[in-house]
């Protein structure tokens, strides 16, 4: 369906409860040919429905916000159909910070969100760049936090925003390749800039972008509030804390809770507001920093 000018949304029929109703992807048409945004994943049905949805034009890159396999799964045999050169942040590593960088060192993994380790770009883009690409000029932001090598591309006023921001959940902060810390700096960076809509990677346009940034700030910052708190009746371990904290969510959906509450724990610690004597993780007990 057509959700702004000149821009198509495609969903694939992946549904769950982490992807929500399925992956967005995003054919934009433009005078001189076709971008694509997030192929999406390796279902023949979605790359016969980009197909119809590009038409005559010719795809002259593809974009993507972030490798994680229901975004970027497509994007091999879409660039062996069209030829089209791949943009990206880079690899699935690249964008961490110096603190996921040594927790992966030392051995934390991921709660299994499907990372592309597979990807790289044809062409990297870094932070702020302008992308000419089909006639259209495409602006390319960083965005860590979801994945460090998270980008969001604006289009005039008009958000891409990948798993950056949506608007039927928060978005899963899994280290090392999610970091709390990198998202609220994130949030704060789009929200320092004026836009008239989103498009995210799930679920629907977000039509008051200002409002939706503010929400997701002051959620993550009331589930840190009630991670202390928690903190200060006894020690725990993130699973515990997810269990106590996240009583509404299905016990299927615990243990990604639980990364996310890691996420806000290293964060914490990095601000010196907990500590552990365990070795930083997803195991450890953590405490309140003593005062």
């Not at 709660?111 to 592309?116: I, K, T």
């Not at 929200?191 to 008239?196: E, F, H, T, V």
Request: aromatic share 4%.
């Amino acid at each position: 369906m057509q959700v702004a000018a000149g821009v198509w949304r495609i969903r694939a029929d992946n549904p769950s409860p982490m992807t929500g109703s399925g992956t967005n992807s995003y054919v934009l048409i433009g005078p001189e040919g076709a971008v694509v945004i997030d192929p999406g994943p390796a279902l023949p049905a979605h790359l016969a429905a980009l197909r119809a949805a590009l038409g005559a034009s010719p795809v002259r890159a593809v974009l993507l916000t972030h490798p994680h396999l229901d975004h970027s799964s497509l994007v091999p045999a879409l660039k062996a159909e069209t030829g089209a050169q791949v943009y990206g942040f880079g690899t699935a590593q690249a964008g961490r910070s110096a603190v996921m960088t040594r927790l992966a060192d030392a051995g934390l993994r991921g709660g299994g969100e499907g990372v592309d380790t597979a990807f790289a770009p044809d062409a990297t883009v870094g932070d702020g760049e302008m992308l000419h690409l089909a006639g259209l000029q495409i602006g390319a932001i960083h965005t860590p936090g979801h994945m460090g090598a998270h980008l969001c591309f604006a289009l005039g006023d008009v958000l891409f925003s990948g798993d950056h921001v949506m608007g039927w959940a928060s978005t899963l902060i899994s280290p090392p390749d999610g970091d709390m810390a990198q998202y609220m700096a994130s949030l704060a960076k789009l929200a320092a800039r004026r836009w008239q809509q989103f498009l995210p990677g799930h679920g629907e346009a977000i039509a008051d972008p200002a409002a939706r940034l503010a929400e997701l700030a002051a959620h993550r910052r009331a589930r840190e509030a009630a991670i202390v708190g928690a903190l200060r009746h006894a020690p725990a371990r993130p699973a515990e804390l997810a269990a106590q904290l996240y009583t509404d969510t299905a016990p299927a959906l615990l243990p990604a809770a639980a990364r996310n509450i890691l996420a806000h724990l290293i964060d914490l610690h990095g601000r010196n507001i907990v500590t552990t004597q365990d070795p930083l993780g997803a195991e450890a007990i953590f405490k309140i920093m003593p005062a």
